[in-house]
């Protein structure tokens, strides 16, 4: 099969390399544009290190808790020091954050050209930085939202006020009782709309915004158009890194881009219309402005 094949590092020049990019962004009829962890990560969004300890010191010196994304799966002895942890947690990557400087490169980059977004983050960095909403699918969530931990409906919720009084009122790791939230319809406790599992709602928005990505897929077949993946890495490549390489084989016209520090590769199908390009994300962005 296709994707059972070797992979291989395409090597060339980095100048080279941002010449044939900005080419391909000025010649294409579209643009779908990948975005993984790796694109907040190059806009300094670490989930460790300095940011992680000025945030979950008492988590860490408890737990031994070393990074936020290993402590969102952390076995906490209660609600409330669950809540403790991920209230600080939303607030600071979803609504205290300010918006990254390479997300507002892509943008000027590519506002002019027919594009779309598909990403796998889960920070709202692409509407901060003035994204169209119509134009970002989300699959795997938002910090934002909040869903039924039983999934007995699908509908999300808003929970920016919650987090903030969360924050506010939490006092030795835990968060007041009165403040645990609950589902309004079945009565168990609410939890985050991130994907890990079988229990992710998939709301009215989230399939409005899939119904938008399969129609500029559907509409651009057979037509020029570059496949920009930025910072993707291995955890979910179904998601983005394996379709936009069967897109790109199935359509003679298309060029694919990974732009990783670290992981940029492509497959052997693909290699002679494929662009990858190992450096700092934002270092590229700010190269092809």
Not at 96 to 122: H, R, S
Not at 167 to 177: G, S
Not at 239 to 246: D, G
């Amino acid at each position: 099969m296709f994707l059972s094949k070797p992979t291989m590092i395409y090597t060339e020049g980095y100048s080279q390399q941002i010449k044939r990019l900005k080419s391909e962004i000025e010649a294409a009829d579209a643009i779908l544009i990948g975005a993984g962890a790796g694109l907040s990560a190059a806009a300094g969004f670490s989930y460790s290190g300095e940011r992680f300890e000025k945030y979950f010191s008492d988590f860490h010196e408890k737990y031994g808790i070393t990074d936020m994304y290993t402590g969102g799966f952390y076995p906490f002895e209660s609600l409330g020091e669950y809540w403790a942890w991920w209230s600080r947690h939303i607030l600071i990557n979803r609504y205290d954050n300010p918006v990254g400087k390479p997300y507002c490169d892509l943008l000027k980059i590519v506002e002019n050209k027919d594009y779309f977004v598909l990403t796998t983050n889960v920070d709202h960095q692409f509407q901060k930085a003035g994204f169209d909403k119509k134009r970002l699918f989300y699959t795997q969530g938002d910090y934002g939202l909040w869903q039924c931990s039983a999934a007995c409906h699908n509908k999300t919720y808003n929970n920016e006020a919650s987090v903030r009084k969360m924050v506010e009122k939490q006092k030795d790791m835990k968060i007041p009782t009165e403040l645990l939230p609950v589902c309004p319809v079945c009565g168990k406790p609410l939890t985050m709309n991130l994907r890990c599992d079988d229990t992710f709602v998939q709301d009215e928005g989230w399939y409005a915004a899939a119904e938008r990505y399969n129609d500029f897929v559907r509409r651009h077949e057979g037509l020029h158009i570059l496949l920009l993946e930025l910072g993707v890495g291995g955890n979910t490549p179904v998601i983005i890194k394996y379709p936009f390489w069967r897109m790109t084989a199935k359509n003679s016209k298309a060029t694919y881009c990974c732009v990783n520090f670290g992981e940029a590769f492509t497959a052997r199908e693909i290699a002679d219309r494929s662009i990858c390009i190992n450096a700092d994300i934002g270092k590229v962005l700010t190269s092809l402005l």
